[in-house]
């Protein structure tokens, strides 16, 4: 209704940019086109409710984070449980207190911002996270080329230290078969 929509806009434009809509078509287009911190939609409207603004906005992984107040004059319990059951983050009947208004929009406010924020810095953390997975591989890379260095390096030595030993015993039948030939051939 246009004066309830007035009334809205005029209450809460105090503390935040409002987008109105008509209908809960209309609104659902402008929450698809430029996401909100919060909807505040009256259950009875045309062409769509509010009850099935909130399925909508809920049902879609785009908009479901999107906090919904719902706003009504029915204060049947059967009422809320439906408008919670779809989705809503809560549930508001008029008439209403502005100020209780204004503090439960607060709120989803605030929620909204920390569920955004939260969501950043897991983004950032999973990044950080990669990056320390990658640092890692790399790290136990380098420790397998290094561990392969080390046993070709010990190869080396064992092999080094075999021709040393082998060498000692040819060196000295070398050296012994020289003085053999020397002394046969004095002796002749």
């Given at each position: 209704?246009?004066?309830?929509?007035?009334?809205?806009?005029?209450?809460?434009g105090r503390e935040f940019r409002v987008h109105e809509a008509r209908n809960g078509l209309e609104g659902l287009r402008h929450v698809r086109a430029a996401p909100p911190a919060v909807v505040v939609t009256d259950v009875m409207?045309?062409?769509m409710s509010g009850t099935e603004l909130c399925r909508a906005l809920k049902s879609d992984p785009a908009t479901a984070g999107i906090p919904v107040?719902?706003?009504t004059s029915k204060a049947e319990r059967e009422m809320r449980i439906?408008?919670?059951e779809?989705?809503?983050?809560?549930?508001?009947t008029k008439p209403f207190h502005p100020?209780?208004?204004l503090a439960r929009v607060r709120a989803l406010a605030r929620l909204r911002r920390l569920q955004l924020e939260a969501a950043v810095k897991s983004r950032e953390l999973e990044r950080a996270n990669a990056g320390l997975e990658a640092a890692l591989s790399e790290l136990r890379e380098t420790g397998l080329r290094l561990a392969q260095s080390e046993r070709l390096a010990a190869v080396g030595e064992l092999a080094a230290g075999?021709?040393?030993e082998a060498n000692n015993p040819v060196n000295f039948a070398s050296n012994a078969v020289r003085e053999l030939a020397r002394q046969v051939g004095e002796l002749r």
């Amino acid at each position: 209704n246009p004066d309830m929509r007035r009334l809205l806009v005029q209450l809460l434009g105090r503390e935040f940019r409002v987008h109105e809509a008509r209908n809960g078509l209309e609104g659902l287009r402008h929450v698809r086109a430029a996401p909100p911190a919060v909807v505040v939609t009256d259950v009875m409207m045309p062409e769509m409710s509010g009850t099935e603004l909130c399925r909508a906005l809920k049902s879609d992984p785009a908009t479901a984070g999107i906090p919904v107040m719902l706003v009504t004059s029915k204060a049947e319990r059967e009422m809320r449980i439906e408008g919670l059951e779809r989705g809503a983050d809560d549930y508001v009947t008029k008439p209403f207190h502005p100020r209780e208004l204004l503090a439960r929009v607060r709120a989803l406010a605030r929620l909204r911002r920390l569920q955004l924020e939260a969501a950043v810095k897991s983004r950032e953390l999973e990044r950080a996270n990669a990056g320390l997975e990658a640092a890692l591989s790399e790290l136990r890379e380098t420790g397998l080329r290094l561990a392969q260095s080390e046993r070709l390096a010990a190869v080396g030595e064992l092999a080094a230290g075999i021709a040393h030993e082998a060498n000692n015993p040819v060196n000295f039948a070398s050296n012994a078969v020289r003085e053999l030939a020397r002394q046969v051939g004095e002796l002749r």
